[in-house]
């Protein structure tokens, strides 16, 4: 299999080139053109319950696409994101890793989707109550809305609320003011989210609610 | 001057030059003496005080409502803007609502496809027709709309985000929000994405356009109705 984004960084796209018999997933709806001669199957996200929760808790989709190649020659199949912005993507050997709602894209087969309660904080956060938890062996894709930077950290470190795409299932999230009260209300951050832990996190420059809210005062 | 002109290029063609690709293209169109070309309404952001512009519904001095109107459906504007240089050179810059690449095409007699909203401009000589592709558009989740542009001269398209091309032998899958323009040698089916339709609507992919023959297709890498879809529930109801 080979897998290249192009585009990057403000209109990142998967172009992932499946040898016979290989398998990719995606998102549901991530895909923008394939072969024809692929076979696309919509399975349950994380199996069958999973789907579920993820879809009326998480605020994801409930499926995601198995696109197999079941001919002899090599087919293509370009997968996106719904925001514009960059992609990048992650090698899993037998670890974990937890993605914010929206930013997984694609993974290998051997990836396992799961899901993990986030707790009640991260709903007063603005975030959904369950995270999806990636774990086994391959490649993982996922994206984000604007550029993605990434940061090593040990001991803590904040962010703002709707920047966070990937962080490490050893770490505790907690929202919190950004600052006192007078400068939560009115400095523009809100709430904020304090990571504790040791790893590497992953943050995107803007977020949809923050576009969102701009149009909103113009509406 | 002018003979030198069409030395360069075919009759009938325009001088585009796309710049700040791919994030935030603009189309400079440079006009010799007398040289005009069309433009989709509302797309011109800067030009020549010396450039004459006519607004008309279909083509120039012949505006049918009918063919405004169907171009109306198509997600496009219901009028056209004709620019034209008078006695002196001038220059019109063109810019897309979204952010995305920008993408010049001659047209040597043959005919081109573009999906509603990704035209920008052509050429004079350049037929604009709004096809209506039958009942199979209403059930897609995008509407689906095509102009059949056709003639010789220039097209101009955008796109949200990339624009890549694909050049079909066979037969080859694009979601019909993903693409700008195709080729009319070209043919296509509205059908599922998966192997069965529980898989292709349950996976989110609906119906998609599968093409055959041989031609190009051009893509681009975002959907602005998957965009809509993740905006569209934060906003607030308009007052």
């Known amino acids: 299999m080979n897998i290249k984004i192009e585009g990057k960084p403000v209109f990142a796209y998967l172009v992932v080139e499946l040898e016979p018999g290989e398998t990719f997933v995606a998102e549901a709806d991530a895909m923008s053109s394939m072969s024809a001669e692929l076979d696309m199957t919509a399975k349950f996200n994380g199996g069958f319950l999973g789907g579920i929760v993820r879809k009326f808790l998480g605020s994801e989709s409930m499926f995601v696409n198995h696109f197999t190649n079941n001919t002899n020659k090599t087919l293509t199949v ?8 960059d992609v990048e993507i992650i090698e899993l050997n037998n670890e974990s890793y937890c993605l914010e709602s929206g930013a997984y894209i694609a993974s290998d087969a051997g990836v396992k989707l799961g899901i993990r309660w986030a707790g009640f904080g991260s709903l007063i956060g603005g975030e959904g109550l369950f995270k999806l938890i990636v774990s086994g062996k391959g490649k993982v894709a996922f994206g ?16 703002d609320t709707g ?5 490490e299932p ?11 009260i007078f400068s939560s209300l009115f400095g ?3 709430f904020v989210t304090r990571i504790e832990g040791k790893g590497k996190i992953w943050i995107q420059s803007r977020n949809v609610s923050g576009l969102a809210s701009w149009i909103n005062r113009h509406l | 001057m002018e003979n030198q002109f069409e030395d360069i290029k075919p009759k009938g063609s325009l001088d585009v030059t796309i710049k700040l690709r791919p994030g935030s293209s603009a189309a400079e169109i440079k006009l010799l003496p007398g040289q005009e070309f069309t433009a989709e309404a509302g797309a ?10 006519q607004t008309t519904t279909y083509k120039k001095n012949s505006g049918g409502i009918m063919k405004g109107l169907k ?34 095409k001659e047209l040597n007699g043959e005919g081109l496809i573009v999906q509603g909203g990704s035209y920008v401009a052509s050429s004079p000589n350049i037929e604009i027709n709004t096809n209506w592709q039958g009942f199979k558009s209403l059930i897609s989740k995008e509407s689906l709309f095509w102009l059949n542009l056709k003639g010789r001269g220039t097209v101009v398209f955008n796109s949200f985000g990339a624009i890549y091309p694909i050049q079909i032998n066979g037969e080859y899958i694009v979601d019909t929000g993903h693409i700008v323009a195709f080729e009319e040698s070209l043919n296509f089916t509205l059908t599922k994405a998966g192997k069965s339709w529980l898989s292709s609507i349950l996976g989110g992919e609906g119906l998609v356009c599968k093409f055959s023959g041989t031609g190009t297709v051009w893509i ?7 965009f809509g879809y993740i905006l569209g529930p934060r906003l607030k109801p308009r007052k």
């Open chain 2, 220 to 226: 681009q890498s975002h959907n602005t109705s998957t």
């Open chain 2, 44 to 53: 011109m952001i800067a030009m020549s005080p010396s450039i004459q512009m």
């Open chain 1, 163 to 167: 920047h966070l795409v990937g962080y």
């Open chain 1, 144 to 159: 984000g809305y604007g550029g993605l930077l990434h940061k090593e950290i040990n001991g803590e470190y904040i962010v």
């Open chain 2, 71 to 104: 171009r109306m459906l198509s997600g496009e504007s219901f009028f056209l803007n004709h620019y034209s240089a008078g006695y002196e050179e001038g220059t019109v810059w063109l810019g897309a609502t979204q952010a995305g690449d920008m993408m010049v």
């Open chain 1, 170 to 180: 050893n770490m505790k999230l907690k929202p919190q003011l950004a600052g006192g």
């Open chain 1, 78 to 85: 370009h997968l996106t994101q719904p925001t514009p912005g």
């Open chain 1, 188 to 190: 523009g951050e809100g």
